[in-house]
């Protein structure tokens, strides 16, 4: 460990230390977390899985992901908008999964309102980044400790508050603001990281819907 917050890999090269050099989750610190994302089919998914990380480890979902995909069309929303109780008693029968009915039950509901947010927004890309928080809120310096003290900021809030209003589930503003974490609306990969650089480059390049 050269700093809180940071981790040496084999490679000799510094990381975010939540990884904890295991090598799928490095893999995904690596070549997914903080790119920014304007694919709605990709945006569902990730709000979904938030919702169903709550009380777990986001590496116990990774390792399932394959599975939630199978269970739940792809995260297609026009489909799993149609799931009905067959569906539900399906994925809870899915060891594959987290079979929690609610968060079951959740996603199914958000397809349907995922569905409404395109038809107002065009994109539910369009609806997320239109909240990317402004550098007035965001801290002179990402490091553990800001990180540490911050697992929601006043636009996860007021997402989470908004989606609540349009019959979202399961988006308190911490899974919120982890989705903004995964999905590149802001950089939280902490300083020293060797990935944060290329975020910020990334970011700079990347066409708001």
Same mark, same amino acid.
């Given at each position: 460990?050269?700093? %809180? !917050?940071? /981790?040496t890999?084999e490679?000799?090269?510094?990381?975010? =230390?939540w990884?904890?050099?295991? @090598?799928?989750?490095?893999?995904?610190?690596?070549?997914?977390?903080?790119?920014?994302?304007?694919?709605d089919?990709?945006?569902?998914?990730?709000?979904?899985?938030?919702?169903?990380?709550?009380?777990?480890?986001w590496?116990?979902?990774?390792?399932?992901?394959?599975?939630?995909?199978?269970a739940?069309?792809?995260?297609?929303?026009d489909?799993?908008?149609t799931?009905?109780?067959?569906?539900?008693?399906?994925?809870?029968?899915?060891?594959?999964?987290?079979?929690? %009915? !609610?968060? /079951?039950?959740?996603?199914?509901?958000?397809?349907?309102? =995922?569905?409404?947010?395109?038809? @107002?927004?065009?994109?539910?890309?369009?609806?997320?980044?239109?909240?990317?928080?402004?550098?007035?809120?965001?801290?002179?310096?990402?490091?553990?400790?800001?990180?540490a003290?911050?697992?929601?900021?006043?636009?996860?809030?007021?997402?989470?508050?908004?989606?609540?209003?349009?019959?979202?589930?399961?988006?308190?503003?911490?899974?919120?603001?982890?989705f903004?974490?995964?999905?590149?609306?802001?950089?939280?990969?902490?300083?020293?990281?060797?990935?944060?650089?290329?975020?910020?480059?990334?970011?700079?390049?990347?066409?708001?819907?």
């Amino acid at each position: 460990m050269t700093a %809180r !917050g940071i /981790i040496t890999g084999e490679d000799g090269r510094d990381r975010c =230390a939540w990884h904890a050099n295991l @090598e799928d989750y490095q893999r995904y610190h690596d070549d997914e977390w903080g790119r920014p994302m304007a694919d709605d089919i990709r945006l569902f998914e990730k709000i979904c899985l938030e919702g169903f990380q709550s009380g777990l480890s986001w590496l116990t979902i990774l390792r399932k992901r394959e599975a939630f995909r199978a269970a739940f069309a792809g995260f297609d929303f026009d489909v799993v908008a149609t799931f009905g109780n067959a569906d539900v008693e399906r994925c809870l029968a899915d060891t594959g999964i987290v079979r929690h %009915r !609610g968060k /079951i039950v959740s996603t199914i509901n958000n397809a349907k309102r =995922a569905q409404e947010l395109r038809a @107002e927004f065009g994109t539910l890309a369009r609806y997320f980044w239109s909240h990317e928080p402004g550098a007035n809120e965001r801290p002179k310096a990402v490091t553990y400790e800001t990180i540490a003290a911050n697992p929601t900021t006043p636009t996860s809030v007021m997402i989470s508050k908004d989606l609540k209003k349009r019959g979202w589930t399961f988006v308190g503003p911490t899974t919120v603001y982890a989705f903004m974490q995964a999905m590149g609306l802001v950089n939280d990969h902490v300083e020293g990281c060797c990935c944060r650089e290329q975020i910020e480059q990334m970011r700079a390049s990347f066409v708001r819907p």
